[in-house]
């Protein structure tokens, strides 16, 4: 069974920087697109990153430009650098699969606030 943990989410200023980090366990990560999602209560998961297994990255339009998206195969897991946070970016970050998620896992929590 895959396991997905997330981690380091915490509270930053408005405009400040944090990196995510998803770890995977029971796959070999490296097989999958994996994307970052973020979602806040009342509202649908959104899709704000996504890895491909060749590297490549695509990004949300409100994203593009200050978040990265990058993976360590050898660690079995993906990051997400944010930079230029802003208040509306406050929600529960999760990583799975693209387009065929596992079972999701619990988030990190990432409050943009002063």
């Known amino acids: 069974q895959v396991q997905l943990v997330e981690s380091g989410g915490d509270l930053v200023q408005p405009g400040g920087s944090l990196r995510l980090s998803c770890a995977a366990s029971?796959?070999?990560?490296?097989?999958?697109?994996i994307g970052w999602y973020r979602q806040t209560p009342g509202k649908e998961r959104e899709l704000v990153a996504r890895?491909?297994?060749?590297?490549?990255?695509n990004y949300a339009d409100s994203v593009n430009g200050r978040f990265t998206i990058s993976r360590d195969n050898a660690k079995n897991t993906v990051y997400l650098q944010m930079s230029s946070q802003n208040p509306e970016e406050s929600a529960v970050y999760y990583c799975?699969?693209?387009?065929?998620?596992?079972?999701w896992g619990q988030g990190t929590q990432v409050t943009v606030s002063s």
């Open positions: 029971g796959a070999t990560f490296s097989s999958y697109p």
């Open positions: 799975n699969r693209y387009l065929l998620p596992f079972y």
């Open positions: 890895i491909c297994s060749s590297g490549s990255t």
